[in-house]
């Protein structure tokens, strides 16, 4: 898992972290990284892979927001000097890949490969 | 009341502008943007396509007939050239020194110049290809007064007008107003009450950017920037998603 998370993060030259995370648990199963990055900060982008998926307002969204009635499948959380991309699949919703770059870094190009990786990670679960 | 100090509502001019205007006919120079060359020229450059988020091609021209054509989108350059027929595509990061040594010439060079704006298609970039202005900055010189760092967000809303299917501005008072299309728009209200009354409503120093999208392919997204007290919420189609992040990350 660890050679495929790395893999994926090394396509894009903004990407610095990619790492795979349990929702329901809050737990993060394997990460790649580009520097050297404590359990604590992998921590803290699962908890907020959580609260932007599964918050009060991702809940809003499928009361009220969206047309399919159901909470978010992706989402982005960002300011001047940093992204956080956060993408799921249907038919894994507790599971998602969580990336953090740079703010220029193109998030509609990392979508479709971490959804892929994520349906592939599934199948051989 | 003015929202901003005054550079700032120039600039919000120069991009409403910018949007309204009908792309240039080939026999016009364009809009005058520098009096003089050099430094003052080059800073009149790098602004112009700091504000170009949609795909445009700037055509620079100097007071001796010399052109540099720029495709830019989402403020990065993706090619490069002297004239229509003599461009360098599919530019990345690598490439950023050639594009400041040619920026330079053509800025030297330069007795005055004028920017013409035309719309163009584009592929859709990817984060990896063009040039940006902090990719150009280790080649240029240290003095330039270079564009502010921070968007005010009129501008980012003005820069988001064209992909933007509904918009729920609270301002700084409280009081919402929605524009665009009905049915999003009663659905950002919904969004925005609801929010208020949970404890995610409080206010913050930075600037928060969030979006969210939906499960069914091909609808929308949904954006909801918090910048102290005021909330902005911008419905917009996803195939827009990274212009929409250009627009509002330096948003402040």
């Known amino acids: 898992m660890r050679e495929k998370l790395d893999s994926l993060r090394t396509r894009f030259t903004g990407c610095s972290i990619v790492a795979f995370a349990d929702l329901s648990t809050g737990l993060v199963f394997a990460a790649s990284t580009r520097e050297k990055t404590d359990q604590e900060r992998l921590d803290a982008l699962c908890h907020e892979a959580r609260d932007v998926l599964c918050g009060p307002v991702a809940k809003t969204m499928a009361e009220t927001g969206f047309p399919s009635r159901q909470e978010p499948m992706h989402a982005v959380s960002f300011d001047a000097g940093r992204l956080s991309l956060f993408v799921r699949t249907l038919s894994q919703p507790q599971e998602a890949l969580c990336f953090v770059c740079d703010p220029n870094t193109s998030v509609t190009e990392m979508i479709g490969p971490g959804a892929d990786l994520l349906t592939q990670l599934g199948r051989e679960a | ?252």
């Open chain 2, 1 to 252: 009341m003015p929202d901003g100090p005054p550079e700032d509502e120039k600039r919000l001019r120069a991009v409403l502008e910018s949007l309204a205007s009908d792309a240039d006919s080939l026999s016009t120079r364009g809009r005058e943007i520098s009096s003089t060359g050099g430094t003052v020229a080059m800073e009149a450059v790098l602004r112009e396509i700091e504000q170009t988020v949609l795909p445009r091609r700037l055509t620079f021209a100097s007071g001796s007939d010399v052109q540099l054509v720029f495709d830019v989108t989402e403020r990065r350059i993706l090619a490069f050239g002297s004239d229509l027929s003599n461009t360098q595509e599919n530019l990345s990061r690598e490439q950023a020194e050639l594009v400041a040594d040619h920026l330079r010439s053509f800025c030297n060079a330069a007795e005055i110049v004028h920017v013409r704006c035309d719309v163009t298609v584009y592929a859709e970039p990817g984060g990896e290809t063009g040039v940006s202005l902090p990719d150009l900055l280790p080649y240029l010189a240290a003095d330039l007064d270079l564009p502010g760092q921070t968007v005010p967000v009129n501008v980012a809303i003005a820069e988001s007008r064209p992909f933007t299917l509904a918009l729920l501005d609270t301002g700084v008072d409280g009081a919402a107003t929605v524009e665009g299309q009905d049915s999003i728009g009663a659905r950002l209200r919904q969004l925005e009450e609801s929010f208020q009354a949970n404890l995610d409503a409080k206010p913050g120093d930075k600037p928060r950017c969030r979006i969210w999208v939906d499960q069914i392919p091909g609808t929308f997204a949904v954006l909801l920037v918090q910048i102290s007290r005021r909330r902005i919420w911008l419905a917009f189609e996803v195939d827009h998603l990274d212009a929409c992040i250009a627009c509002w990350s330096r948003v402040g």
